[in-house]
């Protein structure tokens, strides 16, 4: 674990995430149980589709002496008092335990070394636990962030043995699993058997260019904006939630090199503050949306 990434003011800090059909009381409820506990509220976020019976959706970060021994029992009793009245599902993450992530990655770099290099300046509210590759060319790159790196050949053959080796390296050690430029298509297998949500990088916004060079693609269209999404891993492929997007102008004049750049710089940074918002449990799914407090 990078100790860098132990922030003091998350000590004794929880993020409360909720849903529920809206309705009056709700509110009112979660936060009289808090206050009876002696917790302190220090951000609150909610949202409703309709305030007649959508969908309501709540964050709350809040802090209370002594959190993670008492946690099961707040979760319990939660579960009973304020729950079950409103048909309520809930999460509760203690803030101060950072989420443990494994990155997968082909051979480009930038995303990669992009969020190694955030989460070793303590940027990033993670611990980077694993990265794999179907391809050895990036482990000499790994090496100096002292992150395990291994490699698992992939071929249209060896697709379920290599998932299977993933997922038995996986279990039970990560939270979340980064694709940072990872040009397999995971399988519907996968996706079910590993038990964590999947973040994957686009270049472009979706669906746009899809396969291989497109950037050139874009130089040929004569596009005026390049960008970048980063989404939620389904078994659609690149049809999953959208967490977060963006865009870069650019002229006639930029060669497929110089485009090709700034579509990398924007695929760091989304990915980066897409990895940031999950981890930080502000991003809380509606359907095939998403809402990011």
Not at 59 to 67: E, K
Not at 103 to 131: A, T, Y
């Amino acid at each position: 674990m990078n100790d860098g990434n132990q922030d003091p003011s998350t000590r004794d800090c929880a993020r409360l995430l909720m849903s529920c059909q809206d309705g009056p009381g709700i509110v009112a409820s979660v936060t009289a149980f808090l206050h009876a506990r002696g917790a302190n509220i220090i951000q609150a976020d909610q949202n409703t589709t309709d305030p007649l019976g959508g969908e309501f959706v709540q964050r709350i970060v809040f802090q209370m002496p002594g959190l993670l021994d008492r946690l099961p029992a707040l979760e319990r009793e939660f579960a009973g008092e304020v729950a079950e009245r409103f048909g309520l599902r809930f999460q509760v993450y203690p803030a101060e335990i950072p989420k443990r992530v494994a990155l997968f990655v082909s051979k480009i770099d930038h995303c990669l070394l992009d969020l190694l290099w955030r989460w070793r300046r303590g940027e990033l509210p993670i611990d980077i636990v694993q990265v794999i590759s179907n391809h050895p060319d990036l482990e000499k790159a790994v090496a100096g962030f002292d992150v395990p790196y291994v490699h698992i050949p992939v071929t249209k053959a060896s697709k379920a043995d290599a998932e299977q080796q993933q997922i038995e390296l996986l279990r039970g050690r990560v939270d979340l699993v980064v694709l940072a430029r990872y040009m397999q298509v995971l399988s519907s297998d996968f996706l079910a058997r590993v038990g964590t949500p999947a973040i994957n990088i686009h270049h472009s916004f979706l669906p746009a260019f899809a396969g291989a060079g497109p950037y050139a693609q874009a130089k040929e269209r004569g596009v005026k904006l390049v960008g970048a999404t980063a989404h939620y891993v389904t078994e659609d492929l690149d049809e999953g939630p959208i967490i977060e997007q963006d865009v870069a102008r650019i002229s006639h004049r930029e060669t497929v090199r110089e485009i090709t750049r700034r579509g990398a710089d924007i695929e760091r940074v989304v990915l980066a503050r897409a990895v940031t918002w999950h981890c930080d449990d502000r991003v809380l799914l509606n359907g095939n949306t998403t809402i990011v407090f």
